[in-house]
């Protein structure tokens, strides 16, 4: 490839040279991530308009807890309908304003949620998982009969089984439910530690 053109996101998916594409792919997914583009809705003629000029991309700590989710399902079936439907999420602007974004601008962008997710991703392994397993849920096999669940089953812990909350768990701040769930995790541990000890005492 001698010569790279910065295509229009909406004519770069219409291109026909399936190699083509695998190369500029292959400079694309290393490009560094963009936290901050020019918002293509701002006009300086317009001087009542309350645009900004830029928008400034959000950490996904502050998100709602349902955006997150969203986006990570979406990413993860790498359509490139839900792949805008993430863009929309996080830039706040409509898909025709996104598929007219350059290559570099979009994936760009792309590789800021890429990275963003991988941070999620991250914290939630590091300090939610459990460090050690319940012997009563293994012999029930329970884990595994729940994972069929996925999020609902952190929602329904959150709204303490109430149906009627779980809406208002899906509208808080990421960084909220992230926070809630370390600490209900360290009193279960806290919890567990002190149930031993008492076993312990009243052997003795």
Excluded at 6 to 33: A, T
Excluded at 44 to 67: A, H, N
Excluded at 104 to 117: A, P, R, V
Aim: proline share 2%.
């Amino acid at each position: 490839m001698e010569k790279i053109t910065n295509y229009k996101f909406k004519d770069f998916i219409q291109l026909d040279d399936v190699n083509l594409i695998d190369e500029y792919m292959m400079i694309l997914e290393y490009l560094k991530p963009i936290t901050e583009i020019k918002n293509p809705k701002y006009n300086k003629f317009k001087w009542w308009s309350k645009e900004p000029i830029k928008i400034q991309l959000p950490s996904f700590m502050m998100l709602t807890f349902s955006e997150v989710i969203e986006i990570r399902d979406s990413f993860n079936n790498a359509s490139i309908d839900s792949i805008l439907d993430v863009m929309v999420i996080v830039t706040k602007l409509e898909k025709r304003y996104i598929e007219r974004f350059t290559i570099t601008q979009f994936y760009g962008i792309i590789n800021y949620i890429k990275e963003q997710l991988e941070f999620i991703t991250n914290i939630e392994m590091n300090e939610l998982n459990d460090d050690e397993e319940d012997i009563d849920l293994i012999t029930v096999n329970a884990n595994e009969r729940m994972a069929k669940f996925g999020v609902i089953n952190t929602i329904d812990s959150l709204a303490n089984g109430d149906l009627t909350k779980w809406d208002d768990i899906q509208k808080m701040q990421y960084s909220v439910v992230f926070t809630k769930l370390k600490m209900d995790k360290e009193k279960n541990k806290i919890q567990k530690e002190i149930s031993e000890l008492q076993k312990k005492r009243l052997k003795n």
